[in-house]
């Protein structure tokens, strides 16, 4: 089926609705149900999504508020807009929600590592291998310069070398200011391979995407040292929130802990020893228009519980989470009210800073909510109830 050459002057409601259909007398099909508002799509058609012939309603729900402190002290509320089609889910966060703002989350600690991109080059000899190392290391100011060049945007932060074998790997890690900035960063690395392949005789550029970055994979790399914001969130719980909203007791909580994030992980060879991190981000993801694959970066999430004397203390630490306030789907009507609601009340951080922590703060509520659910024998009860 041709679905590209359809007539200039149409709109992109009228280009979708064509495609749509072509595909339904094509395929003998009803897609009916595909069909978009033209108020909802705004330059999707254009911009996020080729041969579009339709949109996916997807429910969103409230959970909130939540009490949070943001890494530079100041203290707000959040409004959590959570994307979903898991019943129970949204009503999981926001007990949580409830939960943790009795005393509020506190982010201890985030590293804008910033976005990163792989550059595989492949020498013709090991002499080769060390020129092109060499080459990187003496002229980090001239290639640094050419990749600062493709964006006003963009500044290189840092930069590693692996080798394997006669490959030699330059790791770019990029600030792309309030862009997620995948594409920034892929452009520049392209303009880097560009010019180490124009100085450096006798070596190739395999691919700008080498893997060691991990982009939208797991790794135990990625899981070790972060990508993008890595930002640590924990909460101190009483032994009366426990037992009032909860329904349950430090000492409970504590034993699922051990069980499942200690042992069962460990048994698992986890990376990333969580209750349910993707859960969370992924449906934040979706709603707020950011790139939902990144989820399973988020999903390298390492939960910890502490039993103190009044109760229990639980930390996340999430390693990866990328994100942005321009660009991609933060654009879209629908998309761009909900991220404009998870981000209403401003914290006077950088806005994709404030993002980042905001996310990490509703991930904690969810893995508390779960985590209470589990040592309460709850959680069957909950889905049989809500997701039935």
Known sequence: MDLRNLPDQLSSLQRINQRRTLIERELGVDLKHLE???HTIGESEKKNCE??????????GYAGPLTLTFSNNHSTELHLPLA???GALVASVNRGCKAVSAAGVTITKTIHHGITRSIA???SSSTKVQELVDAIRKNEAAWKAVAQATSNHLTVLSYTIDLQKQYVFLTIACDTDEAMGMNMVTIAAQAIADWATTNVEGIRCITVAGNVDSDKKPSKRTHDLGRGFEVHASVM?????V???LKTTPEAMKQVADAKLTHGSTLAGALGSNLHAANIIAALYLGAGQDIAHTVEGSLTDTTVEETGSGLK??????????????????LPTQKQCLDLLLKNKSGLQIKQQLAESITAAVLAGEVSLLAAQAAHQLAKSHEKLAR
């Open 36 to 38: 978009p508002r033209e």
């Open 51 to 60: 041969q579009m012939f339709g949109t996916v309603s997807v429910p969103v």
């Open 84 to 86: 979903t089609t898991e």
């Open 121 to 123: 080059f492949r020498a």
């Open 237 to 241: 719980l009483s032994k009366e929130t």
């Open 243 to 245: 037992a009032d909203i």
């Open 314 to 331: 639980i930390s996340v630490r999430v390693p990866a989470i990328l994100v942005g306030v321009r660009g991609g789907g933060t654009t």
